[in-house]
């Protein structure tokens, strides 16, 4: 079953009762075909899939499945016996997890006429064997960077937990194979098995306010590889991490103090001391320069753990309207000071 959930993470099909008689007593689905079909005509565009959501992919696929679907239905009455990747992004991510990383290359590249049957487990199913094994299955299913303390990769982790940025939080959780924390009100955390060991994840996402969403993205955009994954170039790697210190940690990390020292020197960032990370006036005026140079802003976090220190955050641009629910003025406030400007300016005392 927990194949299966990894497997249609982001399909309308997960939605769908998945047949119980299909599943044997130690989880494994019965034989499948596995087709891949390259489109030499692609027509992209909307669709609303089988939830009634409108989603953006091939549709010559669409129509196609849909096709086979009826045609399956007629002969075996299983009304959900075919699953299509409707866009790449999908197909990478099953590929890697039901092939494996080497064997959908050779089939990419060389074809596959003479592959008949495979006997395997999805990728990283009984958790992962080395950090190789994971970034590169990972890295191919899906888009995502380490986000800081990733010296020791791929050989070991320096940290208690690893941060991530992904451009999309289910797709990362199921390629990785994340157990998420079940605790209500946070799903961004959870654990997976690396190298033997259970590794805690905090994953972010665009549009989780850990950053400015439009920074997420730019970040991700941006991502340059090191021995075998991703991280921030070094203006965001520098920028971030001074974020992270001084916006969401009561204390700075005295390992970030060499680090930032460094990408600093390397960005030739010049009038930068040491001074300045243990000064919050200081952070603050350099944090805000960047964000306003890019257009960034400060943003409240869903993940309501993370550490908001206000000597820094309440001197950071504000999205004034969107971030309404962040500001320090009450909403209250707001309406009875407004409420007072009209009456006043339509002439009333």
Known sequence: MDNMRRLFCEDGERKVEIDHNAVDVAGASRRFQFIIIEDASPDPGYFVDATGAARHGNRNFVSACRRAKELVSELTGVNAG???SYDSATFFLRASLVLGVKLMGRILHEGMSDLSFITKDLEGARGWESWEGFFSTVGE???FLVLRNFDGLPEHLDDKDMDVLCSN?????SAANIKVNPVRNKPYKGVSIVQGDEVKFDVRFPGDGYYDPLWSRRMLDNKVWLKGFYIPCDEDHFFSLLYH??????MVDPRYINKLEYLA???????YREDIVSSDHKSALLIS????ANGYCWTLPIDNGVYNNKSVTLSLPKNGGKDLKNSTVSKKH?????ASSLMKNSGFN
């Open 82 to 84: 075919i699953s299509m």
């Open 141 to 143: 299913a899906c888009d």
């Open 169 to 173: 939080y289910k797709t990362f959780c």
């Open 245 to 250: 210190a001084k916006c969401q940690k009561k």
């Open 265 to 271: 020197r390397v960005l030739r960032l010049d009038g």
């Open 289 to 292: 320069g960047f964000l306003k």
């Open 334 to 338: 707001l309406i009875k000071k407004l």
